[in-house]
């Protein structure tokens, strides 16, 4: 018999996510034929007991949560099952979150609620998916899936802000999510520092510039309203490349406005194409950012691992 696993974060969206859930709840357990829900607050409980969820070899496992929640599940699931075990999975994701990237574009007919749902394995197709392998603090090498973005930069060091739980950005979140983003990026952009960087582009193309901006996406969406005009499909087999350098702060200000109205190609100081993999490096630690999840590293690689897992559609 087939089975459905859910593992459901209550504490994402800064703890709101439990009231989304209760309202959708029954509609869920109705829809996926009385799911397993199992629910969990840490990552590293979620790398602790996915191992024993795949040894129940269930079908369908959604991410009830954030980005953030998808990311862990993500690479949990990764990390703990087989690779010759991984086609008998398919990845489905409910978004309780506040941005909700991996959901976008949002279609009314996987809202329940207003809230997005990825959840019909029947629409599910091979996603490709993007690996991180990065140089922590301690010197050592550690790796880390993606399927939405990943970026370098002012993104990341809002999304870090936005994370903070600085006291003013809690208070616009209960309120507003798109004006809580807008205030991380706006602080972030009038005192970020541009961060010179050596970047190689498939062993073929290399530079060395100031970025601003590095975004490696899988998906053009990111941070509330803000999306790349870039085409990338999800199984295209490379990652999309989007640079944005030398900028300051009033063309950081009018690079926002045009990424708000998804018209990012042709702008000045900026770049864009497509890698299958991207190497990084500069000579001090700054934040990277792959779906909302934030570490600190002078050096990272990007590769795709191309149509590695069934995604819901």
């Known amino acids: 018999m087939k089975m459905t696993t859910v593992i459901l974060n209550p504490r994402a969206n800064s703890e709101r996510a439990y009231r989304k859930w209760q309202k959708i709840e029954t509609a869920i357990r109705q829809r996926l034929r ?17 191992p024993q969820l ?16 998808v990311n862990v599940v993500l690479n949990a699931l990764m990390n703990a099952a087989a690779e010759n075990t991984r086609d008998e999975i398919t990845i489905g994701a409910i978004g309780l979150g506040s941005s909700n ?5 949002f279609i009314a007919e996987r809202m329940i609620a207003g809230v997005p749902l990825r959840v019909n394995a029947n629409t599910a197709q091979r996603h490709d998916l993007g690996k991180m392998t ?16 990943a970026s370098i930069g002012v993104t990341a060091a809002a999304n870090w802000l936005y994370n903070s739980g600085e006291p003013l950005i809690e208070w616009l979140q209960q309120r507003s999510v798109t004006a809580a983003i807008l205030w991380a990026a706006l602080k972030t952009l009038v005192r970020y520092h541009n961060v ?8 073929s193309q ?37 640079l944005c350098e030398r900028m300051n702060f009033m ?18 100081k900026t770049w864009a194409g497509r890698a299958r993999r991207l190497h990084f490096q500069t000579a001090v ?29």
């Open 54 to 69: 795949l040894a129940e070899k269930p079908t369908l496992v959604i991410a009830a949560g954030g980005d953030g929640t």
């Open 101 to 105: 990237d991996f959901h976008k574009p």
């Open 196 to 203: 010179p960087a050596a970047l190689d582009l498939e062993g």
């Open 206 to 242: 290399s530079l060395t510039t100031t970025v601003t901006n590095l975004g490696i996406i899988k998906n053009p969406h990111f941070a509330g309203d803000f999306c790349y005009d870039t085409p990338i499909a999800v199984d295209s087999g490379d990652l999309g490349v989007n």
């Open 34 to 50: 009385e799911p397993q829900i199992v629910q969990t607050s840490t990552c590293e409980e979620v790398f602790f007991i996915m």
């Open 134 to 149: 990065y140089r922590d603090a301690a010197g050592a090498w550690r790796q880390k899936i993606f399927i939405v973005n």
């Open 285 to 313: 630690p700054v934040p990277v950012e792959t779906d909302g999840e934030v570490v600190m590293t002078d050096e990272a690689h990007f590769e795709i691992l191309p149509q590695a897992l069934r995604i819901c559609q």
């Open 251 to 268: 063309e950081r200000l009018k690079i926002l406005y045009h990424l708000a109205h998804h018209s990012f190609l042709g702008r000045a």
